[in-house]
Nanobody, 128 residues
């Protein structure tokens, strides 16, 4: 059974840093790509980043590229999202999710991930 439990959210000021954590159940990190998806009030879910279990390739949304970084600690079965230089528009509930990676046709470049399993989410609020 796939289980994902997020932690690390909170209230921070713009320009500060925050690290989100996701504890994954046994074999999840071996079998699925893992990513972070956020949803702000009144907005649709937005993929933030994901990492492929096949080759470790990563992808980021344009909004967070250069500021956020996804990583995995396989020994601890943990996935992290390091958020630097946060902005008020980063305010959202952040979900850890597991699913399948999608690559650009004929390449090893990760295009996006699609998800089948979701955690409950952790709230991130960034004040101006």
């Amino acid at each position: 059974e796939v289980q994902l439990v997020e932690s690390g959210g909170g209230l921070v000021q713009a320009g500060e840093s925050l690290r989100l954590s996701c504890a994954a159940s046994e074999s999840t990190l071996d079998d699925y790509a893992i990513g972070w998806v956020r949803q702000a009030p009144g907005k649709e879910r937005e993929g933030v980043s994901c990492i492929s279990h096949i080759d470790g390739a990563t992808v980021y949304s344009d909004d967070v590229k250069g500021r956020f970084s996804i990583s995995i600690d396989n020994a601890k079965k943990m996935v992290y999202l390091q958020m630097n230089n946060v902005k008020p528009e980063d305010t959202a509930v952040y979900h850890c999710a597991a699913g399948a990676p999608e690559y650009y046709s004929g390449t090893t470049e990760l295009r996006q991930c699609t998800y089948d399993y979701w955690g409950q989410g952790t709230q991130v609020t960034v004040s101006a």
